[in-house]
């Protein structure tokens, strides 16, 4: 049984394409979506959060609101309470309904929760 070939670049928006290991976090602005790169760049793409997050799930982003999507691999720490910080120390704060699902992923790459 062969798997596909998942490729080193994605494309975020037009011409331009990212190494999903070079995105932080992506957060939604209506029909657009805002990239934080690793880097400390940052790149508006007229696309939704939607297409870009379906485009970066096989590589380990989870989505942590309504309008955040992280990559699991800058994920720092994980309260109880289901806040996440990242490397960059910016913490947000999921939503209930996805405090569940945030936790199998993060249980999943073996992080550990804290109070």
Not at 12 to 40: H, K
Not at 73 to 102: C, H, M, P, Y
């Amino acid at each position: 049984m062969q798997t596909a070939l998942l490729s080193p670049f994605i494309n975020v928006g037009g011409y331009r394409r990212l190494a999903p290991e070079q995105i932080v976090r992506l957060v939604a602005d209506r029909n657009y979506t805002l990239i934080y790169e690793a880097s400390g760049g940052k790149l508006l793409v007229s696309i939704t959060l939607k297409i870009i997050e379906e485009r970066l799930r096989p590589y380990g982003f989870v989505r942590v609101t309504r309008s955040d999507v992280v990559n699991r691999s800058f994920i720092e720490k994980v309260w109880n309470d289901g806040a996440v910080q990242l490397t960059d120390g910016t913490q947000i704060f999921s939503s209930r309904r996805r405090q569940g699902v945030l936790k199998n992923h993060i249980n999943g790459a073996e992080r550990k929760s804290i109070e």
